[in-house]
């Protein structure tokens, strides 16, 4: 699992090198993002305007609502390592006119992946995840 405030919108290059949707030299990372697996359609701000902890230090002129902070489960040959149940954006309203927190954060919750449950079988060579990915074309020669 890798989880934190990556300060990164899901469009950003680092998110979608994680999802397996962009490569760096032709390899690529493949994670499940818990939040777009059980809201695929949500944006999720984490980092939301109306909280006023977000904009009263700001140096920005103008700050726009954005996803920024992630929970990312692994995928190995057989697909995700976890199965996500649910993700829920927590800390992102007051508490008696206290905001807990300067962004939000996603709170998911995991089942044991039927491919998680398999035996794991013996492999030579280093554990590559099948999935979605971008691979960048190899040029060969003079450039």
Known sequence: MLAGDLDATPAAASIRFLR???SLDGISAYYHDA???THPDVAGHTF???NPLMTEESDVREETSRRIDYV???CDDRGPTLGVRSCELIFDA??????PATTSGSSPTWTRSTA????TR???GPRRCRGPRVLAPRVEGPT
């Not at 007051?94 to 905001?99: K, L």
């Not at 998680?116 to 035996?119: D, F, L, M, Y």
Request: positive net charge.
């Open 20 to 22: 397996g949707l962009q």
């Open 116 to 119: 998680a449950a398999e035996p």
């Open 94 to 99: 007051p508490v008696d006119g206290v905001w």
């Open 72 to 74: 990312f489960v692994r």
């Open 122 to 124: 013996k492999r030579r």
């Open 48 to 50: 939301a305007v109306r």
């Open 35 to 37: 939040w777009e697996r």
